[in-house]
T-cell receptor
Framework: NAGVTQTPKFRILKIGQSMTLQCTQD?????MYWYRQDPGMGLKLIYY???????DKGEVPNGYNVSRSTTEDFPLRLELAAPSQTSVYFC?????????????FGPGTRLTVT | KQEVTQIPAALSVPEGENLVLNCSFT??????LQWFRQDPGKGLTSLLL?????REQTSGRLNASLDKSSGRSTLYIAASQPGDSATYLC????????????FGGGTRVLVKP
């Protein structure tokens, strides 16, 4: 199993540009999450999904959109990039409902908006 | 709203010394607490998940304790090595669905040879 994979690893965007961060997991997990990590800080939840076709907002959803058409994929869309979105983005997944189950993280996408 | 704090933000120790990393949380009604390791420019590696019913969880040189009543967890790393240099994050799940994690800010550890 590859686990959770993310592409690209790095990206530089100009203000106002758009892009999609890709996330795929091969563990057949229902639950998937997008977090962002600003320098020297912990991670904050952007969006999450409890299954295909179901998504919900996390703590910091403004400026982002998600979709979940399959169990495996959970892309994160930035429509109008802003410098405040410069961050490292992590995708994660977990297998079951309920908080006793471990989350598995991808390697991250480092995004710079200038 | 759950808040998770890790103090100190950075720690430097000589090789061989035991490491003690602290994590505190404001809402003691947690289901578990997870400790992660993050190397510079890398993703998160799960180290230990300690369930709310447990007081300790051990894996090799790592030992995590949990005291729900006081809102604290401690990660002990015995006989530290330069390879233990990394940032250590703790996180607790919250919310009615989806196991969303709330993270502390992390403790950046440097083990000097």
């Amino acid at each position: 199993n590859a686990g959770v994979t993310q592409t690209p690893k790095f990206r530089i965007l100009k203000i106002g540009q758009s892009m999609t961060l890709q996330c795929t997991q091969d563990m057949n997990h229902n639950y998937m999450y997008w977090y962002r990590q600003d320098p020297g800080m912990g991670l904050k939840l952007i969006y999450y999904s409890v299954g295909a076709g179901i998504t919900d907002k996390g703590e910091v959803p403004n400026g982002y959109n998600v979709s979940r058409s399959t169990t495996e994929d959970f892309p994160l869309r930035l429509e109008l990039a802003a410098p405040s979105q410069t961050s490292v983005y992590f995708c994660a997944s977990s297998s079951r409902a309920g908080p006793t189950y471990e989350q598995y993280f991808g390697p991250g996408t480092r995004l710079t908006v200038t | 709203k759950q808040e998770v704090t890790q103090i100190p933000a950075a720690l430097s120790v000589p090789e061989g010394e035991n490491l003690v990393l602290n994590c505190s949380f404001t809402d003691s009604a947690i289901y578990n607490l997870q400790w992660f390791r993050q190397d510079p420019g890398k993703g998160l590696t799960s180290l230990l998940l300690i369930q709310s019913s447990q007081r300790e969880q051990t894996s090799g040189r790592l030992n995590a304790s949990l005291d729900k009543s006081s809102g604290r967890s401690t990660l002990y790393i015995a006989a530290s090595q330069p390879g233990d240099s990394a940032t250590y994050l703790c996180a607790v799940p919250g919310g009615a669905a989806g196991n969303k994690l709330t993270f502390g800010g992390g403790t950046r550890v440097l083990v000097k040879p």
